[in-house]
C-alpha cells in the first residue's frame, strides 16, 4: 500500500479544445498517389504477383536523438502513427473499397479521410541504419508525417479470436484490393 495520498489528476488540468504535434520524421515510399498505394501494411489475400516495398523511414535526428531507437530492431513489426496530411476533408460516411459498394460509419472503416486524419500502420521492421528505420509493407504515401513509432508487442496487440464485424464477412468471401502495386526499394 503506497503512503503517497491520492491525487485527482483529472480534475488538475483542463481538457483541451486544440492539441498541437510536430511530425518527428517522414516517409520515403515510392508511392506518390491515393491510387495504388495499399490500404494495410499486410494483405490477407494477396493478389498474384504482390510484393510489398521495402520504405524508408526518415526521423528527425533533431527532434528525437538517434538513441531513442535503440533496441527497437529486435521487434518484426513496428507501429507507425502518421498524420495524413493530404487528407483535407471527411464525411460520417464512406465506401471501403473491397466488398459491396455499402456505405459504413468512417469510424467502422480505416479510411484516410478522418476527423483527425491520423494513420495507423504495422509494417514489418527490416533494419535501422542510423535515423532510417527500414520497413516492409508501407501503405503510406512518400512525404507522410511522421507522429510517432512504437513496437508491436504481440500479447497486448494482438488479438485473433476478435471479431472484425462486416470486415470477417468480407474475408469469408475473400474480397480482394485491386489496385495494389510495388516491388522495389526506394533508395538511400
Known sequence: MSNIP????????????????????????????????????????????????????????DKVPTIALKDLDGFDRIWVIAWLHLNKHWNPMVKPPRGPKVKRGTLATRAPHRPNPIGLSAPKLHRIEDNIIFVEGIDLLDQTPILDIKPYVTYCDAFPDAKSGYVDELNAIRAQERDIFGTQETSK
Open 6 to 61: 491520492p491525487k485527482d489528476y483529472i480534475s488538475s488540468v483542463p481538457f483541451p479544445s486544440t492539441i498541437t504535434m510536430e511530425p518527428i520524421g517522414v516517409v520515403h515510399s515510392p508511392y506518390t498517389e491515393r491510387h495504388g498505394t495499399p490500404r494495410q501494411s499486410e494483405l490477407r489475400h494477396q493478389p498474384k504477383g504482390y510484393e510489398p516495398v521495402i520504405a524508408r523511414i526518415e526521423i528527425f535526428k
